[in-house]
């Protein structure tokens, strides 16, 4: 029997795999350490996502949140975004290196 990947151990920790699939995996692991550490790290991982998924910012922050990115002008389309929105000149990114001005300056 192969190995089992990271999509098949998130759909046995989601629980949505079959049974048969499922005894496989368990006793797959108990033989493969590799398998093994791979579920214990999905495991892992899902704990922090659900813990994520609980967090709710205090409603101060969301509020300046907004105010930081709304510019106050309507959004476009679909297409490339107006750069000039980021950004009003090149003294406003102190620090962040030279900002090419053109593809060939890359």
């Not at 795999?17 to 368990?26: I, K």
């Not at 214990?40 to 969301?62: G, H, M, S």
């Amino acid at each position: 029997m192969g190995h089992f990947d990271v999509a098949f151990c998130a759909d046995f920790v989601r629980g949505i795999v079959g049974t048969d699939d499922r005894l496989a995996l368990e006793r797959h692991i108990e033989i493969c350490r590799p398998c093994a550490t791979t579920l214990e790290w999905v495991v892992e991982l899902a704990a922090l996502t659900a813990a994520e998924r609980q967090y709710e910012p205090p409603a101060e922050v969301l509020v300046r949140a907004g105010a930081m990115f709304a510019t106050g002008k309507p959004r476009g389309g679909i297409g490339t975004p107006d750069r000039t929105d980021l950004v009003s000149s090149k003294a406003d990114v102190k620090g962040a290196g030279d900002i090419p001005s053109e593809r060939n300056d890359v």
